[in-house]
């Protein structure tokens, strides 16, 4: 099984900061990277896919990058609304493992 | 739009087997480019992805899982099943179904049911 591992696990943050959040696999799955945002009672919610595209109705601060073994979740500008855990996921290979998540904290 | 719901029983014996149903409405689940997909999260943890099936009926499970498990779809009824057998303390957890979306390995989960809270306890 591919090893998803986010850093870090929990981060504290204030409205209006830039986060960044970083996913590693522990083999190169090429671009075949999604991220889920999941709010507390909530079913997680499908961000980014393919590493860098932006599902429907996602707002523009959201974004993603990278490839191969490292990838990133950036918010450019923490809303109220984004406070949250949030998933990495590889669909690269059988079976389909996420990561342990992120919680992203208010400062 | 698509939606997704999970029903089934939120108490279930060790030893018995957990039976869901996810019912999808607004669209069909006969729809090609869509697979329908079991996720979990035991409490307070990350996500598990516990296997997924076409239309067509063809399947993939979660290794850790198969030999326990079986996901079947009925089209006629719009509605796709989970079954794990010889359930334990263990498979205490909440239970998503999913719908994925896009051609592997390029697919991702793109609308998820609202989970149902299954525990295992005698």
């Known amino acids: 099984d591919i090893q998803m591992t986010q850093s870090p696990s929990s981060l504290s943050a204030s409205v209006g900061d830039r986060v960044t959040i970083t996913c590693r696999a522990s083999?190169?799955?090429?671009?075949?990277l999604n991220w889920y945002q999941q709010k507390s009672g909530k079913a997680p919610k499908l961000l980014i896919f393919?590493?860098?595209s932006l599902q429907s109705g996602v707002p523009s601060t959201f974004s993603g990058s990278g490839s191969g073994t490292d990838f990133t979740l950036t918010i450019s500008s923490l809303q109220p609304e984004d406070f949250a855990t949030y998933y990495c996921?590889?669909?690269?290979?059988?079976?389909?493992?996420f990561g342990q998540g992120t919680k992203v904290e208010l400062k | 739009q698509v939606q997704l719901r999970e029903s089934g029983p939120g108490l279930v014996k060790p030893s018995q087997t957990l039976s869901l149903t996810c019912t999808v409405s607004?669209?069909?689940?006969?729809?090609?480019?869509?697979?329908w997909s079991w996720i979990r999260q035991h409490p307070g943890k990350g996500l598990e992805w516990i296997g997924y099936?076409?239309?067509?009926?063809?399947?993939y499970y979660n290794p850790s899982l198969t030999s326990r498990l079986t996901i079947s779809v009925d089209t006629s009824k719009n509605h796709f099943s989970l079954k794990l057998t010889s359930v334990t303390a263990a498979d205490t957890a909440l239970y998503y179904c999913?719908?994925?979306?896009?051609?592997?390995?390029?697919?991702?989960?793109?609308?998820w049911g609202q989970g149902t809270m299954v525990t295992v306890s005698s």
């Open positions: 999913a719908r994925g979306s896009g051609f592997h390995p390029a697919d991702a989960f793109d609308i």
């Open positions: 607004g669209g069909s689940i006969s729809s090609a480019g869509y697979f």
């Open positions: 099936i076409y239309y067509s009926g063809g399947t």
């Open positions: 083999q190169s799955i090429g671009n075949y």
């Open positions: 393919t590493a860098s």
């Open positions: 996921q590889q669909s690269y290979s059988m079976p389909r493992t």
